[in-house]
């Protein structure tokens, strides 16, 4: 199965401690990249031959996945990766408003360490030069948690991951990347600029405003695609 390619080479992730928690980080990091689209129904046999795991274990990072909404349990089917509704998409961006924003306006005082966001906007343009939009959606979600990261905070870089995850699985379902993250390549070299230039408020409002318009645009494409596929099922 092509959604399973490389995942036993992350048996070695696992070490000699086998535990839920460290199958659940592959199997979310795999979610995340688009190995496992939303509405695919996990294997418990492959997936569990694939990392070497035993059942229980297995069953464990799953509960442990639904748990944090990017799978879910259907009764008497099994478990699949969770397909988002777009109240769930307003939730997401209300939570990232809610602590992106945050996180900026309590930086205190310049100068900043802005390496990570730098490097993201450089790793977001070399896949965009290279024509690779799926990189450039990753290069965007690494953009995001490392302003995240600017917090110094282990429980709100845990919290964001699960809500980057989560949104990954929206992202996933867009027809045209290209035209969904383009913009945001020079909005997010704006933000790094703006706080590398100690400009603290000037780049909450950006950032305000940035997660607005995505928001709108996200909605407006995610909607249309989720119309589209209840119609040609229904």
């Not at 965009?128 to 302003?147: M, P, Q």
């Amino acid at each position: 199965m092509a959604e399973l390619t490389g995942l036993a080479d992350d048996r070695a992730l696992l070490g000699r401690t086998s535990t839920a928690e460290r199958v659940s980080d592959i199997l979310r990091s795999r979610i995340a990249e688009g190995y496992f689209p939303p509405g695919t129904r996990l294997s418990e046999d492959s997936i569990g031959g694939a990392l070497g795991v035993s059942r229980n274990t297995l069953r464990e990072a799953f509960r442990l996945l639904t748990h944090e909404r990017l799978l879910v349990h259907e009764l008497n089917r099994g478990v699949f990766v969770r397909v988002l509704t777009i109240d769930d998409v307003e939730d997401i961006y209300r939570t990232r408003s809610l602590v992106e924003c945050a996180v900026v306006r309590g930086l205190g005082e310049p100068p900043f360490a802005v390496d990570g966001l730098a490097g993201a906007v450089a790793e977001g343009q070399r896949a965009a030069d290279g024509g690779d939009w799926k990189g450039v959606s990753t290069a965007n979600i690494h953009f995001h948690r490392e302003l995240v990261a600017l917090a110094g905070s282990a429980r709100t870089d845990e919290l964001m991951r699960s809500v980057f995850a989560e949104l990954r699985l929206a992202f996933h379902v867009v027809a045209s990347p290209r035209r969904l993250h383009e913009p945001y390549l020079a909005r997010n070299r704006q933000i790094h600029k703006t706080l590398e230039a100690g400009e603290r408020d000037e780049a909450e409002r950006l950032l305000a405003t940035y997660l607005a318009d995505s928001l709108e645009g996200l909605v407006d494409v995610y909607g249309r695609r989720v119309a589209d596929a209840a119609q040609r099922t229904g």
